[in-house]
């Protein structure tokens, strides 16, 4: 009997195992945070070893049969590695007699080490970093050993069998993909809803924590300060008592329209409860601060809004700080909320901090009033 299986077993045996490993190539699994690798490892290794070097290299450059996208040099490229992958593994078990239990367990090894290694070596090629990929490789090429030892041993005995092992196995594993993905795209949609408002759309306070911290980061790593203001809205009592709750709805909705529509592309609108807004302006210095904050309150101020398809003017106070690395994001949110307080006491008023803040002091201000 032949020590490896070659061509000589059936080329049907050897296109099943190629377009299988092309097939395993577009399966992903998580094994990490961020790190996902494909099933194509154990496919490309088994095709190797039953089939020889040929079948290998073939199995290998069926990696990028299917691939989508992406440079034809770059695909060129690791269709190349692949291709090498399957000649080194073929070469490789083909020095081992398979016989039995034992050597399948011997050649499953050697094949299961040589791919190991080369897959290594071209991620560290690529500029991944080992740290970061070893237990992506270790786990994609080494967990699925036990059942490369059992197709190992089936195909010697009863290569259809094994090949519908292997196809079994592929479709299992892509009906297990698929029903993660369908979780995924679940859990994104959950969780960017429980960062949006219903009403208006905008972001919500727990996007503006989030938000805030990495803009605070940025700065710290030497970006330009931001601005952050608080914009509550006068008198937004009096619509709900005269027109009804659901006209003051819309009356945040069509606030929330005019600030996104006005505002750069690069201004964040916050949606934080009730009538209050927060306004997220990158890239804003100290000395811009007032002047932003004024135009901030022009833009309800000097032009009505239609409630009930009549015009009524709505004003809104300001209240602005700088968000810089001096303080924590959350104290400067806590100072923007003190300013608007002060700057609801007269009404259509921009309050903005006007000195330096350290920690634990809320700062001079100073009152630009219409």
Known sequence: MSAVPGLDTGVPAALVLVTLTALAEQLHVVVARRTRVSLAGPFLVAAALVGGPLVGACAGASTEALAVGGRRRTRAVRAGAGALQGLAVGLAGGQLALRGVAGAVAIAAVGLVTGLALNARVALCRGFRLRLAWRAIALSWLLPAPLLVVFLYLFRTTADLALVLAAGL???????????????????????????????????????????????????????????????????????????YAAGDRLLVDVHRRLRGELRAGDLVFRWGGEEFVVLAPHVERAE????????????????????????????????????????????????????????LTRNTAVVDAAPATAGDAGHSRAATA
Not at 180 to 209: C, I, K, M
Not at 289 to 315: N, S, Y
């Open 170 to 244: 592929l479709l299992v594993a892509a009906a297990a993909n698929r029903a993660r993905l369908r979780l995924e795209r679940a859990l994104a949609e959950e969780r960017s809803r429980a960062r949006v408002d219903a009403l208006t759309t905008a972001p919500n306070r727990y996007a503006l924590a989030e938000t805030l911290i990495s803009e605070q980061a940025r700065i710290r790593r030497g970006g330009r300060t931001a601005a952050l203001c608080f914009l509550d809205l006068d008198r937004f009592k009096t619509v709900n008592d005269t027109y009804g």
């Open 289 to 344: 601060l007032a002047d932003f904050a004024e135009r901030l309150r022009l833009l309800l101020a000097t032009r009505p809004f239609a409630i009930d398809g009549r015009p009524r003017t709505i004003t809104g106070s300001v209240g602005a700080v700088l968000l810089d690395g001096g303080r924590p994001a959350d104290e400067a949110l806590e100072a923007a909320g003190r300013l608007v307080r002060k700057a609801k």
